[in-house]
C-alpha cells in the first residue's frame, strides 16, 4: 500500500491551495485518513482528519476555520483545501491512514501507513 500526496508549491500568503491524497495497491474506502505536517526541526504535528464515511472531521485549531478536509472514495482520493493561508503554515505535508478506527485521530501513532509528503511555502 503506498500513499501520494500531491498539490503542494509556493503560494502567496491569502492564498488557497489544494492537497490530494491517493491510495495505491488497496482502496482508502474504508481508511479513517488525516493530514499531519512538518517543519524542518520540529516534531511533526496534526491538522485534520476524516473519517471513513466522511461523517467526521476534526482539525488542529491553529487551522480551523481555514482548512477543509474531505474525501471522494470514487476517485480513491482525500483533499486537504487550505485557504487564507500564512507563513506559519509552510510545512512538508504528509497524508496518512489508518486502518482500524482511531481513539484519538490527532496521534500519530493511530496512523498505519504514511504518504511521502509535499512542501507548502507560503511567501511573498
Known amino acids: 500500500v503506498q500513499l501520494q500526496a500531491s498539490g503542494g508549491g509556493l503560494v502567496q500568503p491569502g492564498g488557497s491551495l489544494r492537497l490530494s491524497c491517493t491510495a495505491s495497491?488497496?482502496?482508502?474506502?474504508?481508511?479513517?485518513m488525516g493530514w499531519f505536517r512538518q517543519v524542518q526541526g520540529k516534531e511533526r504535528e496534526f491538522v485534520a482528519a476524516?473519517?471513513?464515511?466522511?461523517?467526521?472531521?476534526q482539525y488542529a485549531n491553529s487551522v480551523k476555520g481555514r482548512f477543509t478536509v474531505s474525501r471522494d472514495d470514487a476517485k480513491e482520493t482525500m483533499f486537504l483545501q487550505m485557504s487564507n493561508l500564512t507563513p506559519a503554515d509552510t510545512a512538508v505535508y504528509y497524508c496518512?491512514?489508518?486502518?482500524?478506527?482511531?481513539?484519538?485521530?490527532?496521534?500519530?501513532?493511530?496512523?498505519?501507513?504514511w504518504g511521502q509528503g509535499t512542501l507548502v511555502t507560503v511567501s511573498s
Open positions: 496518512a491512514a489508518a486502518i482500524g478506527l482511531p481513539a484519538n485521530p490527532s496521534y500519530q501513532n493511530e496512523y498505519d501507513y
Open positions: 495497491g488497496r482502496t482508502l474506502k474504508t481508511w479513517h
Open positions: 476524516i473519517s471513513w464515511n466522511g461523517d467526521t472531521t
